[in-house]
């Protein structure tokens, strides 16, 4: 890996990736020009956000995505942009993303990739002028070059992902991602139309003041994680909840901190997507030096079974995460785990 070539704060990402193409053997530039219509989308949504209050694209469509969830406009707006750039782009024969049922062939059956992606994840703050983002992960397909795509492309172990990043639309737009060599940031020039490097190599403190979770489920999460939110509260840690997953995860990711989507008793996966959210997430965080688990396995050793399968997510910080340890089955909390930890925090 070349992270040691680095490339000075201030590289466009165009040069960026251009320099970074020697990172991969025998690379056909295809990967490169994905990531650059995968940026290119990024700034049409970005465009869309920046002037939906003024052309009432927040309010919600009252359709409902496959998850069972009210679809914003913005979701349906931002779905379609970025199919359209990869379907145009040439280089990915499909494209599987959270606001669409099945599996989308682009018709481009020479492309030799796969994208999974949450074109807009956090959609119910769109109408409130809070960050959201994008979130995608590139494989190489599985099937012979030139013959139709099939399920077996897109539903590839998260150890298989190629790249993976997200765009995060905040109070700067941009867009991180990593191939494997490291983790880069991008922050987006307006005027200039450009990405630029402003954070080289990004690493995350392997211990944080910060934890992310829902607290208003408290009392529908499992008794090991009231325990362990209860144990956050001992040590005076700072909750920190936008209810947007990248602009969460990408403050812990800059100051140190975990994000938790626990099991609750709706949701006994949690509500997050392992292929559009959760794989994606967990790449980027392991190259940056964080980790990534349900509760108890690592996040991308997580065998996929189905295209919208949920998992629960705990991911940050490497100590944080790494001092989680779940009872194996839910319903079979510690019976006086609550007071055992909290004993042991105080201690
Ligand atoms: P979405 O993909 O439908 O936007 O859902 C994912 C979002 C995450 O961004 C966020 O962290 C979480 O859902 C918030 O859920 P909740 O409101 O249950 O806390
Ligand atoms: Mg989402």
């Known amino acids: ?52 209050g003024l052309i009432d694209l927040t309010t919600s469509l009252g359709t409902q995505n496959v998850q069972g969830e009210c679809q914003q406009k913005l979701d349906v707006v931002a779905n379609i942009r970025f199919v359209r750039a990869l379907k145009n782009g040439g280089e990915v024969c499909a494209v599987i993303s959270e606001e669409d049922d099945e599996m989308i062939d682009t018709g481009n059956h020479h492309g030799r990739y796969v994208v999974a992606m949450d074109p807009l994840d ?67 020039e307006h005027s200039l139309g450009e990405f630029f490097l402003s954070h080289p190599n990004m690493r995350i403190p392997q211990t944080g003041t910060v934890y992310s979770v829902n607290e208003g489920y408290f009392h529908d999460f499992e008794p090991d994680v009231r325990e362990l939110v209860e144990s956050y509260r001992v040590r005076r840690m700072t909750a920190r909840y936008i209810g947007s997953l990248v602009g969460d995860f990408h403050r812990n990711l800059v100051k140190g901190g975990i994000y938790l989507y626990p099991p609750t008793r709706k949701d006994i996966n949690g509500k997050l997507r392992l292929l559009y959210e959760c794989y994606p ?14 509760g108890h396995r690592r996040i991308l050793d997580i065998a996929p079974q189905a295209l919208h399968q949920r998992t629960p997510l705990y991911i940050g910080s490497r100590e944080l995460v790494e001092e989680i340890r779940l009872e194996e089955k839910i319903g079979q909390g510690k019976a006086n785990g609550e007071k055992a930890r909290t004993e042991k925090v105080l201690a």
Do not use: C, W
């Open 281 to 294: 997430l967990a790449f980027v965080v392991e190259q940056a030096g964080g980790l990534a688990t349900d």
């Open 122 to 188: 956090g959609s119910s703050n769109i109408d409130a002028n809070v960050s959201i983002g994008t979130i995608f992960s590139i494989y190489r397909r599985v099937t012979p070059v030139g013959t139709p795509p099939g399920l077996e492309d897109v539903m590839q172990p998260g150890t298989r992902q190629v790249a993976a990043g997200y765009v995060l639309y905040g109070s700067s737009t941009m867009l991180v991602y990593t191939t494997g060599h490291g983790v880069n940031g991008f922050t987006y």
């Open 1 to 52: 890996m070349n992270e040691n070539l680095a490339l000075p704060v201030g590289t466009t990402l165009d040069r960026f990736i251009k320099q970074k193409q020697v990172d991969f053997p025998f690379a056909t530039g295809e990967l490169s020009q994905l990531l650059r219509d995968i940026a290119l989308a990024g700034k049409i949504i970005n465009r869309e956000i920046n002037r939906a």
